[in-house]
């Protein structure tokens, strides 16, 4: 028996309704309910767990409380105890972060003839990329064009996308495809060689391109081996970027990185700076599980933020609704939106549909939260997440048996690693944190408004306007990555540095004084998620248990 | 050794659930029986983790590990992140391992007549005597000494059917008696495969090249100029291909 035993009586529920379930049909909401349910529900509408910005280029705007505390955070450095006349690292394009825009950057600077250094907080391509499962965008069919990309990126945006961002996305995408071939990267062929593509949701054409269910693994396989391989690129691994450095004409020109091991501080003069640090997932905005690495903490955001750099869209959050919450090894990945595509109910507590399985994405999870929420019809597991089921063997007594095997192999190798059988046994989901819609404000080439600073990939915004679609976020990271690295190594040729300072940092805690938050606000950038125990449950085990002092770990 | 104690979780779920001993780097902790994977145990022990933790779903390779029983001193392997812990199992993480790639230029890769080019990037993988300790250690159940076999034979397209699924969590080169690096062949072999053995893919090229040329902009251009509302219309009217 894999679920637990207090989960039984709910999974008997479920199942005793579905020869009535099978032929109930809930219909689609009309817009006007829609309206109401994402403004009370959707957690981007939610005026809880949010406040305004006190300070900073978005002062008065509203963001996630977690964003907010980040954005407006203490800065870990003391410019009184940091020697800027002794660098470490002396470089022309400094690139901050490792992922799949980090490491295209570096490439295409490297290429363009700039020596390169990548600071990163984890191991080289620790990233979100290397998750992605899904694929990447390209209109190279001879049926599509890129201008039938744009429209169906704009649409997917609600044309609120930044228009120059959308067609410069559009128009590289065979282009990088093409360049990552060349690299290396195994794209999924017929034997003609033409690519098998796929169609995800608000795409009119077959666009995606994937390699099996691994793609964005396959490709940070090759861009890390090909970043090896190259002189003149050095990368320092487990030691993150905390601050910027500014020179006296108002320039970017370098950062002050610490060393996660041994916390010693080295402060790089850089010519350039592309800080590529991905999205905020592990910041749980609104307390939400989120499918991203353990490294993407908003440390980007923060730092860019403190310079001078604008955000835009900076509250917009994409939430999957049918992320799993149990078991706890696979707490907030994804469940394909193929299951509900394929008759897939959503199902609560009592056995009873939640709401239309094909509803949109934003629709479905605020009927899944008020479930949770007002209305507790959801399944509480022991660790404390909550959810409501997914019935996946629906799916095979609507299609005929073995529909689930074929159609959703890898899931069910996923869950079967657990003992859960979803052929047989639904799956418990909840909305996951999956992307931050917005980011640093920047142009088609991810120059940011203050000069000498690059922000290509999720760390930048504007490209996918309020709602992304799928197999454009890891197009833009290359097509941005590779679009800052040459920019970035071109400019690095012409500009002066003149001498560099911390001043930014001294007036931003001036600021945070004047406005007495300075003691409120937590160090900024959070760098690692804290998900250790805290001390005081170890002294609770000591008590129940009777333990010894000694037989566990106190602090 | 098991002891009971309860969980509360804020009212809302109230169990008893049984305590286990595992050992972290030998050291004895005691944490719940709920279905911890190995990463979840060592943050319910306190560790804040640096090293050896990555993408938290089985993609990365980051959190390599290896671990046995008390009463069983076989050692096996996993990915921290994917390995529920259970009673008396002995962890420790291999977070690196010093293996030292072979750098070469993927130009270099060019497969020509009679040349092996996995045996010239890495000589020393004809010394490999087929012990199969790889293929027990990989995490991902990969054939590791099959492919290996295959790199020798210079048949790269089965290092690539074979070796695709591969994290490059790097246990397979930790625990190869000869030194080899099975991730590290494998990874040169799927680049040389990727870069010069699959089919061109000719819609691909030809589309770069009408981008080159310009041949979207005016169209491109047309957009620009609509109006929201006339963009809007374009974008309702569109047609829509059928998904496979």
Known sequence: MPYPPYMEESIRKLEASRQRRMKEEIPLISSDERDMIVRKYHPDYRETGKRKLLLGPNKDETMPEELANQLEGNSRVDPDKVDLSKIDYDVDVLIIGSGGAGLSAALLAQENGARVLIATKLRLGDSNTIGAEGGTQAADRPNDSPVLHYLDTMGGGHFENVPELVWAMARDAPMAIKWLEDLGVNWDKETDGSMRELELAGECRRRVHSCKDYTGLEVMRVLRDEVRCRDNIDYIEFEPAIELIMDDEGQVAGAILVNLETNKLSPVRAKAVIVATGGLGRLHTQGFPTTNHYGATADGLAMAYRVGCSLIYGDSIQYHPTGAVYPLQLVGILITENVRALGGQIINIDGEQVACNLEPRDILASFEIRECTERHKGITTSAGNVGVWEDIPLIDMLHGEGTIARRLPSLVHKFRRFNIDLIHEPVLVYPTLHYQNGGVRMDANSATEVPGLWAPGEVGGGVHGQNRLGGNATLDIYVFGRRAGREAAQYAKEVKLGKLNLDHVRQWQKELEQLDIAKERPFSPMLLPNYARQPSDYLADLYTEKLQPGLVKLA | ?244
């Open chain 2, 1 to 244: 050794m098991a002891q009971e104690t309860r969980v509360a979780e804020e009212g809302k779920v109230e169990e008893k659930v049984k305590m286990l001993d595992i050992y972290i780097m030998g050291k004895r902790y005691k944490v719940p029986d709920a279905g911890l994977t190995i990463q979840a145990a060592l943050e319910y022990c306190g560790y804040n983790l640096i090293r050896g933790c990555g993408c938290r779903e089985g993609f990365c390779g980051a959190c390599a590990t290896i671990y046995n029983f008390t009463y069983d001193p076989t050692i096996k392997y996993g990915l921290a992140c994917q390995t529920v812990v259970e009673q008396n199992m002995v962890i420790t993480q291999i977070p690196f391992f010093p293996a030292a790639e072979s750098l070469y230029n993927v130009g270099d890769l060019q497969p020509k007549e009679g040349v092996n080019k996995l045996a010239e990037l890495y000589p020393d993988i004809l010394t490999c005597f087929g012990c199969n300790n790889c293929t027990k250690t990989c995490p991902q159940n990969l054939e590791v000494m099959e492919f290996v076999s295959d790199a020798i034979r210079g048949d790269y397209e089965k290092v690539y059917e074979k070796s695709f699924d591969c994290l490059l969590c790097g246990l397979c080169a930790a625990r190869c008696p000869q030194g080899l690096q099975p991730y590290n062949i494998a990874l040169a072999g799927r680049r040389l495969r990727g870069a010069y053995l699959a089919p061109k893919s000719q819609h691909n090229l030809d589309r770069v090249k009408e981008i080159e040329e310009g041949n979207f902009d005016a169209d491109m251009e047309k957009l620009k100029k609509m109006s929201a509302d006339e963009l809007r219309e374009l974008y309702a009217k569109r047609e829509i291909e059928p998904a496979l």
